[in-house]
């Protein structure tokens, strides 16, 4: 069972950048489809970026797109979430998710919540305008 603990939130200005990270222990981290969801308050969940076991694939919500990029570093068991030009809107809890990916999905990502096996607790990002 892999365990996720995210980091790297906290407060930013409208057009700020903040690198978020997601360590993963526990599991064979290469073996899992990564992705990112947030949380708004008053809101639903929602997804953000995913990426594939083997990184060479990702994907991403239209609403951050151009502005968010995934990725993984799979020597040290992290996947990050590079976003730029925040907005008051990117508001939200932000969690990591983790799907075990046989090896013959190792081009895949997942979209859904449903679709993941493992989540972190979240971390805050807050963006002032």
């Known amino acids: 069972q892999v365990q996720l603990v995210e980091s790297g939130g906290g407060l930013a200005q409208a057009g700020d950048s903040l690198r978020l990270s997601c360590a993963a222990s526990?599991?064979?981290?290469?073996?899992?489809?990564m992705g990112w969801f947030r949380q708004a308050p008053g809101k639903e969940r929602e997804f953000v970026a995913a990426i594939s076991r083997s990184g060479s694939s990702t994907y991403y919500a239209d609403s951050v797109t151009g502005r968010f990029t995934i990725s993984r570093d799979n020597a040290k068991n992290t996947v990050y979430l590079q976003m730029n030009s925040l907005k008051p809107e990117d508001t939200a809890v932000y969690s990591c998710?983790?799907?075990?990916?046989?090896?013959?999905?190792?081009?895949?990502?997942?979209?859904?919540?449903?679709?993941?096996?493992?989540w972190g607790q979240g971390t805050q990002v807050t963006v002032s305008s």
């Open positions: 526990g599991g064979t981290f290469r073996t899992y489809a």
């Open positions: 998710a983790a799907r075990l990916t046989a090896i013959y999905g190792t081009g895949r990502y997942y979209l859904e919540e449903s679709e993941y096996n493992y």
